[in-house]
């Protein structure tokens, strides 16, 4: 249960905010309810959230694993609930490969970058980080350097994004079961319009 109001102020901010939030995602963002006591904090983040999305040096799907494996280290529920739903439905990041990253089962499901990137990511994470020279070695030698400040960036953010969410007492919003109930609805479009009508 939160642990703070998510019914903030109806500023004209705030207002704006959930317009965008209630067109984009189809709710109000709980941590954007959170986050509008305080319009200040509220507005620097939002820019903040809109610049990342700019950032295009680095693979999409590393981004999305680097995110869950830092939201799973952190145990951040409203984070593993909206990244997988923003990986697997936004970003079509197989279902499967989210699902193993916060156990790191492989089963061969993982390229080496992509377990170097989610082992950075852990790393990073830990308090006090745990990042080696070998690690960092590693990683460069299949990313660039402004690959690998892109990708530290990232999960800098989601660390930040899941200590204020966590500390908040955040939940998850249900986005896991959106995304399960838009795969059914998908199927059973597929199969409806794979269905002839006789006369």
């Known amino acids: 249960m939160a642990r703070i109001s998510l019914d903030p102020p109806k500023t004209l901010g705030y207002r704006l905010g959930s317009w965008f939030s209630r ?3 189809g709710v ?8 509008g006591h305080n319009m200040q904090v509220g507005r620097s983040y939002a820019i903040f959230e809109l ?4 950032w295009h040096t680095l693979d999409r799907g590393l981004k999305d694993l680097a995110m869950t494996a830092a939201a799973a280290r952190i145990r951040c529920a409203w984070c593993m ?12 990041v197989p ?3 989210v699902e193993a990253v916060p156990a ?37 030698k299949q990313l660039s350097e402004a690959q690998l400040v892109e990708l530290t ?20 919003q249900g986005f896991m079961e959106r995304r399960d109930q838009d795969a059914a609805a998908s199927q059973v479009d597929a199969a409806a319009s794979q269905v002839t009508v006789r006369p």
């Open 23 to 25: 067109r984009r995602y």
């Open 28 to 35: 109000m963002l709980d941590p954007g309810a959170a986050i």
């Open 51 to 54: 610049q990342m999305e700019r």
């Open 81 to 92: 609930d909206f990244g997988f739903w923003a990986a697997t439905m936004d970003h079509a």
């Open 95 to 97: 279902r499967a490969k």
């Open 104 to 140: 790191r089962r492989d089963g061969g499901l993982f390229s080496r970058l992509e377990l170097l990137v989610v082992a950075y990511a852990e790393a990073m994470t830990a308090t006090p980080p745990e990042v080696t020279d070998d690690l960092v070695a590693e990683l460069r």
């Open 153 to 172: 960036a990232v999960i800098a953010a989601e660390n930040m994004r899941s200590r204020i969410n966590s500390a908040l007492g955040l939940t998850a």
